[in-house]
């Protein structure tokens, strides 16, 4: 089987490895990959936004199936431009991906459908907006509507705050046509959980749970960021939640979708925050999230290839998910500076047995050296039985790989273990 997944990041490479696995696949191409992604699929440097070479390049080889796995292609038509050529995907179409595209479109139907979120409004006159936030309480939550590369969102501690971020979204357009609409939200405070699911539109099955780790900093300090690492499972997330989230959240959103006629196929992303309140849910994605991938697909024991068809085929529910028993941390070493401004273009060093775990974000190939190539630069992944242990792995596993001006938080992890060791 000839496979092509759309996207370059370390999330797509943790994909390309898992589907590896299955015997039936001959070739990978990745659209555009990396130069880390190389060493394990076809790179083809074509954009993962430019829906109509995707489609042409599809077509012209003879893709069998296709994984579109970004955010961006997804919202805007990929898989409904595939499969109208007849290519079978993994990924909803856009009707579906705007849960994502849209915080407004997600807000309302979890409003109409009675799912547990934070209270808000929607605003799209700047005066009306500001006029509101006059009386609302602080700290107050404001998020653009559309996709911002997961910047579009601003907690203002401050009356001052709020107002400036109102301004910037819709008056100064920060984030472009993104902030024509805004969502201003109560501010919600408890553990925040990452759930993946796997969904065919008739089943959901939740993978095992994982913890992002957003700021650039130790302690949660500094700016936000892509995810600088993450841990599965995350221990906050306990069977009592997780029946709960099954029941009010998770089947109540394939659900709402269906009935909107919006079917979700996929892998549904549901990111949690665990209220004193209950859970509550703070953000879908329409996609695999990244790094979360880099720790839930080591994890997976059963056949990726064969779940992924199974969702484009509504057979999900016979069709096994089983995921190991063990532990898994991912650390992610960036360029320093990142998010902010960081250099480029130094040469990185993986020792041939560390290349198992490692999973590429922003790297290319300069005459056979692979250079750095992006502020997220790679993911170290290690599993074990216990979560200490995969910690201390992934940390060695780090420890073997150089580059100049690398950075990596040094407590991925922490967090999760003192939970763990509270739940006790
Ligand atoms: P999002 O891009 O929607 O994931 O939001 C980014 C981060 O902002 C989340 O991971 C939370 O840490 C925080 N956040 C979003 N909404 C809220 C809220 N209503 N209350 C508190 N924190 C929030
Ligand atoms: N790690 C968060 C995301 O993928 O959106």
């Given at each position: 089987m000839k496979i092509m997944v759309v996207g370059g990041g370390g999330r797509e490479h943790a994909i390309i490895k898992k589907i590896k696995e299955n015997k039936s696949v001959t070739e990978i191409f990745a659209l555009p990959g990396n130069g880390g992604i190389a060493a394990d699929a076809t790179c083809i440097n074509i954009g993962a936004k430019d829906i109509e070479n995707i489609t042409q390049f599809a077509v012209t080889n003879k893709i069998d199936y296709a994984v579109v796995a970004p955010d961006d292609p997804l919202v805007l038509g990929c898989v409904d431009a595939l499969e109208a050529k007849g290519i079978p995907c993994f990924g909803p179409r856009a009707n579906a991906a705007i849960i994502e595209g849209s915080k407004v479109f997600s807000k309302d139907l979890m409003k109409k459908y009675g799912i547990p979120t934070a209270a808000y409004e929607i605003f799209d006159n700047v005066e009306e907006a500001l006029s509101y936030i006059e009386t609302a309480p602080i700290p107050t939550v404001i998020k653009a509507d559309g996709l911002a590369l997961g910047k579009g969102v601003i907690i203002a501690n401050t009356l001052e705050e709020a107002k400036e971020a109102i301004l910037s979204i819709m008056k100064d357009k920060q984030f472009g046509e993104s902030g024509n609409?805004?969502?201003?939200?109560?501010?919600?405070?408890?553990?925040?959980?990452?759930?993946?699911?796997?969904?065919?539109g008739n089943?959901?099955?939740?993978?095992?749970?994982?913890?992002?780790?957003?700021?650039?900093?130790?302690?949660?300090?500094?700016?936000?960021?892509?995810?600088?690492?993450?841990?599965?499972?995350?221990?906050?997330?306990?069977?009592?939640?997780?029946?709960?989230?099954?029941?009010?959240?998770?089947?109540?959103?394939?659900?709402?979708?269906?009935?909107?006629?919006?079917?979700?196929?996929?892998?549904?992303?549901?990111?949690?925050?665990?209220?004193?309140?209950?859970?509550?849910?703070?953000?879908?994605?329409?996609?695999?999230g990244d790094p979360e991938?880099?720790?839930?697909?080591?994890?997976?024991?059963?056949?990726?290839?064969?779940?992924?068809?199974?969702?484009?085929?509504?057979?999900l529910a016979s069709t096994e998910v089983k995921f190991k028993d063990e532990n898994a941390c991912c650390v992610i070493m960036a360029s320093k500076g990142y998010p902010t401004s960081y250099e480029k273009g130094f040469k990185i060093d993986i020792p041939e047995d560390v290349l198992e775990n490692v999973y590429v974000a922003g790297a290319k190939l300069n005459e056979g050296d692979l250079v750095t190539d992006g502020g997220r630069v790679l993911g170290v992944t290690a599993v074990s039985k216990s979560l200490t242990e995969a910690i201390d792995k992934s940390y060695k596993l780090v420890n073997e790989i150089h580059f100049d001006n690398a950075y990596y938080r040094n407590d991925i992890g922490a967090r999760a273990m003192k939970a763990a060791k509270e739940n006790n």
């Open positions: 609409k805004i969502v201003i939200e109560e501010f919600l405070t408890g553990p925040e959980v990452s759930v993946l699911s796997f969904t065919d089943t959901v099955v939740p993978m095992i749970s994982s913890m992002d780790h957003k700021r650039a900093g130790d302690n949660d300090t500094g700016l936000n960021t892509g995810g600088m690492g993450t841990i599965a499972p995350n221990p906050y997330y306990t069977d009592n939640i997780a029946k709960e989230c099954m029941e009010k959240i998770f089947i109540p959103t394939i659900n709402a979708m269906n009935k909107e006629g919006r079917t979700f196929k996929g892998c549904l992303y549901f990111g949690l925050m665990l209220t004193p309140n209950g859970p509550r849910v703070i953000e879908y994605n329409c996609r695999f991938t880099q720790v839930v697909l080591p994890l997976l024991e059963s056949d990726l290839l064969t779940i992924m068809k199974a969702v484009t085929n509504g057979t």
